[in-house]
Structures are given as C-alpha cells and as structure tokens.
C-alpha cells in the first residue's frame, strides 16, 4: 500500500503550502475583481484589461477581469453595483449606465456606484458609404426630410449610444427621430459590414471604430458630434462648424459599488489616479484610438448627474418614446418557433406511439445519481460562504464515499484534486473562483 | 517569388523566438481546448499584456498558435467524457465519444488530429493565396444574406440527425427557443426572464452545452458504477493513432479537399465561425458518404471531415479583421485591439503596406498545424489514460470539472446552475431520443438568426420581399429550399418503403 502514503505526502505540503500564504489585515489583502459589462476583444474590455495591467502594478495584488457580458449592458452593471462592497470587485462602467435605467431596463443607477476615474469619451461621427451622394450634413438632413423613414440607418442595437445620439441629432434639427429608419444591429463592426454591402444608407458610431474602413477609404464621415476635431481624425468637421448645434459621447470609467468603506475608496481613488495619469495608459489610448479624457471622483460624479439629466431629456421625452414602440415585436420570433416546436412534438408523438410499451422496465438504483445532483446543488448553495476551496474538497470527497471508495484514497484525492483545480483555474487562468467568508 | 513572402518565411522559419513561442502557446492552446469551459478566446484574452513586450510576428504568432490547437484539443474531452472543449466539437461528439465507448478513442482522436492538421494547413495556403478577392467577396453579405446563411447551417443539424427529421427538429426548436432568453438584442427588451436580473443575460451555450453532454453523461454513469473503466475493453491502446487516418486519406482524398474548402468559406464570413462549419461539413459529408448510416455512431468519416472543416474556417476569421477592421469572430477581435496596439491599423492597405506581416500570418498557421501533431499526440497518448480510471472515482472529479467549467465563462454563480438544469434536460432528451447536438446549435446560432430576421423585416418595412430581392439572398434561398426539398424526398420515400415492406 505505498500509493496512498505519497499521495498523503502531497496533499499534506500542498496544503500547507497554500495555507502558508497568510492573511494580512492591510488593503487589498486578496486579488481583486474587475467586471466588464461588454465581451473579451471588444473596446471597453480591451480598456479593461489595460487598466487591470497597470492597477496591479500599482496595488501589488492580481486584477482579473470577468466579462459580464449580455442585456445590453444590464449584467455586467448590475453585478457591478450589487457586488460584496469590500473594496475587492469594481466595475467598469460605460455610458448605458445613464441610460437603461431610463429605458426601464434595470435598476440600477449612477447613484449605486462609488465612481473612481473617469478614463474616456468617444464622439458619435455619422458615416456613408465611399460612393454615397450626401457629402455634407446639410444634403443629409435634407434627404431624411425629404422621404421620411425611407432612409435606413444602424450602428447599434435599438436604445444603444449611438441610436440616441442621431435621435437626439433629429429631434435638434426639428425632425422625428423615426424619420430615418433604424436597423438594430449589435456593434459598429457589424453595421459597417452592412454600410459596406449596402444593406443601410448611413452608420452612427464613433470614429475610431471605423478606423480600418475610413483608412481604406471605403467610407467616408459627414461629421463628429464633438465640440472640437478629433485628435487623430482631422479631417472631419465637426456638427457644430456645420452650423448643427450637436454632441453626444460614448464614455468609459472605473467605479466601485457604493458601499465600500471610504477608506479603502481613497486607496483605490489614488491608485487609479497614477494610473490614468501614466505615460502607458496615454500611449495605449492613443495607439487604440480612444480619446482619453481623465476626471477623479468628484468631477466623475458631477458628470455622471449632468449626463443622466441630458439622457432623462432624451429618453423620456416623447420623441423617444415614439420610437420605442417597435413594428416587429420582440415575440414574432419566440412566437414562430414555439408554434414550430408543438408541430415537430407533436410529430414525435405521432411517431412513437405504441412503442412506448415495449421499452422493457429496468430496474436500477437511482440513489448515485441523485447523490450527484445533490452534491451540484451543495456546491451552488454553499459556494459563496465557504469558499472554493473546501466546498469542492467536500463535494468530491463525499461523492467517492457515497460511491463506496476507500477513505485512504478519497480523502488525499479530493484534496488533492481541489488544490490542483484551485491553482489551474484560480492563479494559473484567473478565473475568480469564490473565496468564501473565511478569505480562502 | 515574390519579395513579401521570402521575408515572411525569413521572419517566420528562421527565428528561434516564433518557434520557441509557438511550441509554448501550442502546449497552452491545447490545455486551454481541453478544459471544459476555457476558450481560446478567454486564453487570448488573457495573453494580450504580455504582447506588449514582444514584437509583432511573434505576439501573433502566439494568438494564431492557441487558436489553431485549441480547437483540435476540444475533441480530447468530447471524446473522453462527452464533454465538447469548444461548441464546434458538438457535431460530431456522438461520434467520437461512440468511438471511445468501443475502446477506440485512440482511433477517433487521431481522426480528428490529423484531419484537424490536414484541414488547418489547407485553410492557411488557400487564404494567402485568395484572401484579398475572397474578402471582397465577403463584403456583399448583408443582414439578409446572413440570415438565409444561419438558416443553411441549422438545416444541417436536421440533415445529420440520426433518429429521424422530428426528433432533430425537435431539438433544435428547444434550442431556438431557449436562445430567446433574456435581453432582446435587437429590441432592447426583457423576454421570458421573470424579473431575474441573472436572465437578462440570457443562457450561455457554455454552461448549457457542459450540462447537456458533460453532466447527463456523469447521470447516466452513476447508473453502472460497478462497470469496468472503458479502457478496460482493449489491451493494448484503444487503436492505432496513425493508421485510420492514413487509411481514410487514401479510400476519400478529395472528402478533405471538400471539407476544407467549404470551411474556409464559411470562416471568412464575420459572424460565421467553426461550430457552423463543422455541422455544414457534416452534412454534406453525410450526403456523399457510402455509410451514411454509421453517422452518430461512430463513424470516422463524419470526424474527419467536421475536423477538417473547422480547423480549415479559423484561418478565414482573420481575412476581414486585416482587410475591414471587422472581426470574424471574438479572437480577432481581440486581434485588431493588438495589432493598433503595434501601430498596424487594419484595412484593405495592410496586403499592399504590411504584405510580410499578412504572409507572415498565414504562415504561422501552416508552423502551427506542423507543431500541433506531436504536441496532439502527446495529448492523446496523456488523455487516453483517463479511460483506464475507474468510474466511481472519475465520476466526482468530473463533475467538479462541469461546475468549475461552467463558472469559469462568465465567473457566474448562476451559470452552474444553468448548467446542472441542462444536465436534467440532457438526460430527457437522451430518453427521447431528441438529438442534443441541434439543440446546442439551436442555441448558439438562435440569436443571430433572430437578429437578422427581424433586421430584414425592418428594413423591408415589414415586407416579406426583402428576403429575397437581393440577387445573392436570392440565390441562398434556393439553395435552401433544396435542401429541405430533398429531406422531404427522401423522408417521404423512406416512409413509403417501410410501408410497402410492412404491407408485403
């Protein structure tokens, strides 16, 4: 029986070995989490994870990211602001976060975060295709009047930034914000496609994300939604040379649910301050295209409230609500595949009638595999209290006793097997496994 | 020869760096594809800091690297446990893991690393050779074309079901359905998610995809617990890595030919990714192959050239990144984010301007796939001792794998028990015989689907002309009306000859 005992040996300096990173009462003692509320390889989780970089630098603990991704921004926002406020999980927040909340979307507000830093702000730019008759704002405007709703736009989904900021462009010029038809499209990318295959007229974004396309020249800006020129895209005029009083910007910062203890938002407040204010962060910014534009916690308070107010305006007032009212709505497509689902159940009930009866009945002991669903709920139960790290040592141990596995080996296994998983995922792939109320 | 490309091969096979780099970021590529519940994706993410330091053929290098072995590494696990490492694995999993069931995993994982290769090489030589006048092709695809696209490859997952067209349908239907969960994409509104903020977020194929194979599969093991270990059957390991495929390269050479041209193009389409090509491949596999009824059930054949055919799409991904600034999928999103950072700006220039870089690309998938063989091996060869543990040890640790896997996507609480709900309707579907893999695809392709749809209609004003009055919608209307015109025939013919024979 020599298997056993090594395996013991290793348990027992893995354990100790982990055990021997001792807790410390200073701030931050353990890595802390940042939720990205949009996908891995968009802009704002490439910002995310630039910042993540350099915060750890500056705090000495590891910064993951975590891309809460879905709902248009509504998921990662509101675990943002719901999380445990001890100062270890901020959020980045973006733009939506002054408008779901308007659009009855969520919740949460401006008002549930502690902000920190805010880092940029991109301009809406309107852009046509290369080969598009409009070369000014003026022939734009005069076409959209011109044949209402015959004109096609995108940029974003429906209610998104960009959507907002031509509403907001026609609402100006004395126009409904229906006269141009909106296709919702998730993400400029997309959109740009559809510019380029002549799928819309025109797309609102910001410029950078049309960067490739503007380069190569196959699209062309008809103006930037700025009050001065873009750095880096010169050669667009702004809406207000134009004779268009207009701007609207799309922005990005770091905050932390509000609760956190004031002390530990200082720390945190003057650890992203150095960051903001890095020559590293001004080169990615610049290399990534995005318009840095820094502000500390009371300036990013103050343009968080100014914001919220010019998107109430905006979102609320009836020229918005006009538009909400969507022609094909949300259930034609459940509603279509539902009606398909009973058709093809009702077939494979058609199909096997009769046979039923010739199944032979087995009998077999159903108490492992509840014992497996059991020990799944345990796991979902209890994770957050206990910690990774012990709830998954319980979970395999108990398993291999259920099924009959000598102690000697299920004891050091499932030690073994959770330290291992714990040190792949949580410090090799940082994957922000739960750490429970004991910090372990 | 032309300049660009002598330079790229300097840069490429004479720097002991990209090699050194390559071997590490394969090792990593495959350890990130076999572990349930991480992407290449999440692995790229991850890496993108230390591209700051390094220049820019190697950093790429890396990135095209984990992307090309991760997708082979996926088919360790969907052939092991039944758990599928990446979505495009799901196609073919009932395959692989019958294979495994008979002792042979070692035969269906060899399959799958050497067609994986073949598929990659090909991918990589077509795209720097056609890339450019196949981007501008790619750039007449609109909404509508999209549409009927996704339609295309959901119809696949009905044309490969192995227990008749109702059951595949069926399972796909319960996918749509489940895709429409959450947060409307295109309408900005709450559907079906009983004002939990968790669901706005909708179901994650991940978590599902690991509930519905990984867990239902632990489910259905508990059962037999005192069976002996899978391996257990065969002696010696579980079949020859080598000789299969050699054998199905000489009995179908141009089946890989097919499979890898077909996964090309579907790679360069944004939005159109492996998991669609492994389930085209499969199908029009099925079509052509002499055994079509070995399908689902271990046919090599079906591996080979869903293999192939993913492996052969990812080169494609990159053609509109570098020529449009539009990712074809999440990598290179997080490629384009790399290569500003490198001052290399995307767009149609970057072949006349940064043509060494561009070859230089293409070669490192061909360095990637050479370097995936021995690196595959060796995990299969590592993987294949996981069959020799007994059951009611692997069981537990399995299952520790499903949770941490499907909390290790979204780093959500939520999500494993989205996916112990999946295991549960795994399980049913299994009794029904409803095929598991279209209900995946349902799920992953169900977004989109309605996002085109609904996109069109707006565009159309409502009309239903605007499905068809482009020439190219046109034409990918046809194309599936025949489909579903022949899978009618042919059901109908089957039905009318059981039928004949029970009168006779």
Known sequence: MREPITFFRCTIILVLALAGCGRESRFPHQPITLICPWSAGGGTDRVSRQVAAQLEEELGVPVNVINATGGSGVTGHTRGARARPDGHTLAMITVELNMLHWRGLTSVTYRDFAPLQLLNRDSAALLVRADSPFTNLDELQAAIAAGPAKLKASGTAYGGIWHVALAGWLHARGLEPTAATWISINGAGPSLQELNAGGVDFVCCSLPEADAMLAGEQVRSLGVMAEKRVPGFEGVPTFREQGHEWSIAGWRGVAAPRDTPPERLAILAEAMQKVGQSGELATFMRNAGFNLSLAGPEEFAATLERQDEIFRVILTGPAFQSISGEHFGPMIFPAIIAGLLLLTLGSVAWQSRGQQAQRPREKTDLRPAIAVLAAALFYIVAAEWLGFVSCAALLVAGLLVVFRVRLVLALPLAALVTVAVYQVFAIGLRVPLPRGLLDW | ?504
């Open chain 2, 1 to 504: 020869m032309n300049e660009a490309l002598a330079q790229a091969m300097q840069q490429v096979f004479l720097d002991p760096a990209v090699w050194g780099i390559v071997f590490l970021a394969a090792c990593y590529g495959v350890f990130l594809g076999a572990m349930p519940g991480l992407t290449a994706t999440m692995g790229v993410a991850l890496f993108v800091p230390m591209t700051y330091w390094l220049e820019p053929v190697p950093a790429l290098a890396a990135i095209v690297t984990m992307v090309a072995c991760a997708i082979f590494a996926g088919d360790i696990p969907t052939t092991l446990v039944r758990i599928p490492g990446t979505p495009a694995s799901a196609a073919y999993a009932d395959d692989a893991y019958a294979l495994a069931r008979r002792g042979e995993a070692g035969r269906a994982m060899g399959t799958s690393l050497w067609f994986s290769v073949a598929g990659g090489l090909l991918g990589g030589l077509l795209l720097m050779l056609l890339g450019y006048q196949l981007a501008r092709m790619a750039a007449w695809f609109s909404v509508t074309e999209y549409f009927w696209l996704y339609l295309m490859g959901l119809s696949c997952a009905v044309v490969v079901g192995r227990s008749g067209i109702a059951r595949s349908l069926a399972g796909l239907t319960i996918g749509l359905l489940l895709s429409t969960v959450g947060l409307s994409a295109v309408h900005g509104q709450a559907r079906f998610t009983f004002g939990h903020p968790e669901l706005f977020q909708g179901i994650n194929f991940i978590p599902a995809m690991i509930g519905l194979f990984g867990l239902s599969e632990v489910l259905r093991n508990t059962l037999q617990l005192d069976a002996a270990p899978m391996a257990a059957s065969t002696t010696s390991g579980q079949g020859s890595i080598l000789a299969p495929a050699v054998s199905l390269f000489r009995q179908r050479p141009l089946a890989w030919f097919r499979s890898s041209i077909v996964g090309s193009g579907i790679g360069i389409l944004p939005g159109a990714g492996a998991d669609m090509a492994a389930w085209v491949c499969v199908a029009i596999s099925k079509r052509f192959s002499k055994s079509p009824e070995t399908y689902g059930q271990g046919s090599t054949e079906c591996i080979a050239d869903a293999c192939a055919g993913n492996s052969s799409s990812l080169a494609g991904a990159w053609i509109p990144a570098l020529v449009f600034g539009i990712p074809g999928d999440s990598v290179t999103a997080i490629v384009i984010g790399v290569l500003y950072m490198k001052n290399l700006k995307p767009g149609p220039e970057i072949f006349a301007q940064q043509g060494t870089l561009v070859y230089s690309i293409y070669l490192i998938f061909l360095l990637a796939n050479l370097v995936l063989l021995p690196v595959g091996w060796l995990a299969i060869k590592a993987g294949r001792e996981v069959l020799r543990i007994p059951r009611r040890v692997l069981l537990p640790v399995i299952l520790l794998f499903c949770i941490v896997g499907a909390f290790a996507v979204n780093g959500s609480s939520f999500d494993v028990g989205l996916m112990v709900a999946f295991g549960l309707l795994g399980v049913i579907c299994e009794r029904a015989q409803i095929s598991i893999g279209a209900l995946v695809l349902g799920l992953i392709l169900g977004g989109p689907l309605e996002e085109r749809f609904v996109q069109t209609l707006a565009g159309g004003q409502g009309s239903l002309i605007a499905f068809v009055n482009r020439p190219l919608a046109a034409l990918l209307a046809g194309v599936c009306l025949v489909l579903w015109g022949s899978v009618a025939i042919n059901t109908l013919r089957r039905h009318f000859a059981t039928r004949n024979a029970d009168s006779v």
